[in-house]
């Protein structure tokens, strides 16, 4: 391939990384909406109830609590759901209520982290996108300039390097918007993966003064 015809594709390449990084952001906003929504039927955060379930469990109002988690749909709830149900079922064999309530844990915090891998993608192909657009536009417009055997026009390179450097910006921009919603979305899940813990420990040994509706 000549010089000239490697010149004359490189502003469809520019475009086509141009459409990638429309094509990432619309993503970013999908799995923002999704991960919203999912969180939203999952029920995460919803702590204040899962401490009205264990007053319940622990000042013996076991068939009160368990009719409360069933109905709550909340991480929290279906969590201590089943580590009741299985001290109920074993009182002598604590370990058991603990096992069914750490895979129903599983079960939840894998949904919880679903489509997190999206956002990691982004954070890390948006740049490289954008710094691969100003790569490919500075080579068309310095290449150009080299065709033409002129002086060169300050202003026409100037609009050629505008444009290149903009795929960088636009990288950047949707790696940052994408590196906070996955840092928001990941404390989030971090905070629930927490309280699962704190909870189970409450409900199997009892608990300390502090309550979970403090966090």
Same mark, same amino acid.
Not at 59 to 78: C, F, H, I, T
């Given at each position: 391939?000549?010089? *000239?015809?490697?010149?004359?594709?490189?502003?469809?390449?520019?475009?086509?990384?141009?459409?990638?990084?429309?094509?990432?952001?619309?993503?970013?906003?999908?799995?923002?909406?999704?991960?919203?929504?999912?969180?939203?039927?999952?029920?995460?955060? #919803? =702590?204040?109830?899962?401490?009205?379930?264990? $007053?319940?469990?622990?000042?013996?109002?076991?068939?009160?609590?368990?009719?409360?988690?069933?109905? /709550?749909?909340?991480?929290?709830?279906?969590?201590?759901?089943?580590?009741? !149900?299985?001290? &109920?079922? #074993?009182?002598?064999?604590? %370990?058991?209520?603990? /096992?069914?309530? &750490?895979?129903?844990?599983?079960?939840?915090? !894998?949904?919880?982290? !679903?489509?997190?891998?999206?956002? $990691?993608?982004?954070?890390? %192909?948006?740049?490289?996108?954008?710094?691969?657009?100003?790569?490919?536009?500075?080579? $068309?417009?310095?290449?150009?300039?080299?065709? +033409?055997?002129?002086?060169?026009?300050?202003?026409?390179? %100037?609009?050629?390097?505008?444009?290149?450097?903009? *795929?960088?910006?636009?990288?950047?921009?949707?790696?940052?918007?994408?590196?906070?919603?996955?840092?928001?979305?990941?404390?989030?899940? /971090? $905070?629930?993966?927490?309280?699962?813990?704190?909870?189970?420990?409450?409900?199997? =040994?009892?608990?300390? /003064?502090? +309550?979970?509706?403090?966090?």
């Amino acid at each position: 391939m000549s010089y *000239t015809a490697l010149l004359n594709i490189l502003p469809q390449v520019t475009a086509l990384i141009f459409a990638a990084l429309a094509i990432l952001s619309i993503v970013t906003v999908a799995v923002a909406i999704f991960k919203i929504t999912q969180f939203g039927r999952l029920g995460v955060g #919803r =702590h204040k109830l899962a401490e009205t379930i264990l $007053d319940d469990w622990l000042n013996g109002r076991p068939d009160e609590a368990q009719r409360r988690a069933k109905a /709550e749909p909340s991480v929290l709830a279906r969590v201590l759901s089943a580590v009741m !149900s299985g001290l &109920r079922a #074993r009182p002598a064999d604590p %370990a058991y209520g603990e /096992e069914l309530a &750490r895979q129903t844990a599983i079960v939840q915090l !894998s949904q919880m982290n !679903s489509r997190m891998r999206i956002l $990691d993608a982004v954070v890390q %192909a948006a740049p490289m996108l954008g710094l691969l657009g100003t790569v490919v536009g500075m080579i $068309d417009a310095f290449g150009n300039l080299a065709l +033409t055997q002129q002086v060169a026009d300050a202003q026409l390179l %100037a609009s050629g390097i505008w444009t290149a450097l903009t *795929t960088t910006a636009i990288g950047l921009i949707i790696a940052l918007i994408a590196f906070s919603l996955a840092a928001w979305l990941e404390g989030r899940i /971090e $905070d629930e993966r927490e309280t699962i813990e704190m909870v189970v420990s409450a409900a199997i =040994h009892g608990r300390a /003064e502090q +309550t979970i509706a403090r966090r």
